[in-house]
Nanobody
Framework: QVQLVESGGGLVQPGGSLRLSCAASGRRLNIYVMGWYRQAPGKQRELVAALDNDRNTNYADFVKGRFTISRDNAKSTVELQMNSLKPEDTAVYYC??????????WGQGTQVTVSS
């Protein structure tokens, strides 16, 4: 059974940065397209970014130029560097396979709050 554990969230001021990390246990990630998703209160979960093993990326328009997704298959980790954060980026962030199908059980996510 794959377990995904997200970390790195927190409270940050507008314009600040955070780096999220996702660690997977129980399965190597090297054959999957991996993605970061987010869910804000009262909204559906949405894809933020995805990265395949050929380093092809797919970013949602609302994070292009601000967020960068990366992965380390040897460590089974996926990271999301978030810069120039905005209050509307406030959400719980999750990782999973992507960009269409989330194949693994969802982890607990990590809360990102952007507020002054």
């Amino acid at each position: 059974q794959v377990q995904l554990v997200e970390s790195g969230g927190g409270l940050v001021q507008p314009g600040g940065s955070l780096r999220l990390s996702c660690a997977a246990s129980g399965r190597r990630l090297n054959i999957y397209v991996m993605g970061w998703y987010r869910q804000a209160p009262g909204k559906q979960r949405e894809l933020v970014a995805a990265l395949d093993n050929d380093r092809n990326t797919n970013y949602a328009d609302f994070v292009k130029g601000r967020f960068t997704i990366s992965r380390d298959n040897a460590k089974s980790t996926v990271e999301l560097q978030m810069n120039s954060l905005k209050p509307e980026d406030t959400a719980v962030y999750y990782c999973n396979t992507g960009p269409v199908d989330a194949l693994f059980p969802w982890g607990q996510g990590t809360q990102v709050t952007v507020s002054s």
